[in-house]
């Protein structure tokens, strides 16, 4: 059964630093790796997709890398501003577009 | 298109009370997903379509939860006699069966049972 980590489960950075994100997952035959954004009482936005042939995807400030071999993934915040206070969920499918196993995500702060 | 869309986005009812939720997915995906999230949790998976065939149900969705999507695009998940456990974010999400397009949620259902 595959198990999804995301440690630390909070986070507060002063604006401006650069941080990253770990999410680990126990079984390593994924199909890809999504990383997601969800504000306080709202839904889940897709942040990045990378699939199980791909090392890392970028867009914009942020830069998600993918490790099958050990498990992990991380997601890069360059520059982190307030309005990047979230939290951050990684999910893997279970087979091709199948259901996803989520992380708890990490609840991110970044003071003014 | 513009997006999943999902209603009502809170819900507030009495504990007993049967409660209906509506997703309406991305117009090309052909499968669908539901999925619930307590506080500080990530979502679950609760069950999923591709187009009007229910392909999974969790041991999360009990006997008083039932899901459908009649005519393989919209999707209604019911509770009957609702309890106070089963307050938390119904979240929706679509997808493609093939490809690698990853997966669209809406917004969410905030149900509380009082």
């Known amino acids: 059964k595959q198990e999804v980590t995301q440690i630390p489960a909070a986070l507060s950075v002063p604006e401006g630093e650069n941080l990253v994100l770990n999410c680990s997952f126990t079984?390593?035959?994924?199909?890809?790796l999504q990383w997601f954004r969800q504000d306080p009482g709202k839904g889940l936005t897709s942040l990045l997709l990378?699939?199980?042939?791909?090392r890392e995807q970028t867009s914009g400030r942020l830069n998600a890398s993918l490790d099958k071999s050990s498990g992990r993934s991380t997601l890069y915040i360059a520059a982190s501003q307030p309005g990047d206070s979230a939290t951050y969920l990684c999910?893997?499918?279970?087979?091709?577009?199948?259901?996803?196993?989520f992380g708890k995500g990490i609840t991110l702060s970044v003071r003014p | 298109d513009t997006g999943v869309s999902q209603n009502p986005r809170h819900k507030i009812t009495k504990r007993g009370q049967n409660v209906t939720f509506r997703c309406d997915p991305i117009?090309?995906?052909?499968?669908l997903y539901w999925y619930r999230q307590t506080l500080g949790q990530g979502p679950e998976f609760l069950t999923y379509?591709?187009?009007?065939?229910?392909?999974?149900k969790s041991r999360l969705l009990s006997d008083r939860f039932s899901a459908e999507r009649p005519k393989g695009s919209f999707s209604t998940l019911e509770i009957q006699r609702t309890e106070q456990g089963d307050s938390a974010m119904y979240l929706c999400?679509?997808?493609?069966?093939?490809?690698?397009?990853?997966?669209?949620f809406g917004s969410g259902t905030r149900l509380t049972v009082v």
């Open positions: 999400a679509s997808s493609f069966s093939m490809g690698t397009g990853g997966y669209t």
């Open positions: 117009s090309e995906h052909n499968r």
């Open positions: 379509f591709q187009n009007e065939a229910q392909l999974e």
């Open positions: 999910a893997v499918p279970t087979g091709a577009n199948s259901k996803l196993t």
């Open positions: 079984d390593s035959a994924i199909y890809n």
């Open positions: 990378i699939q199980s042939s791909q």
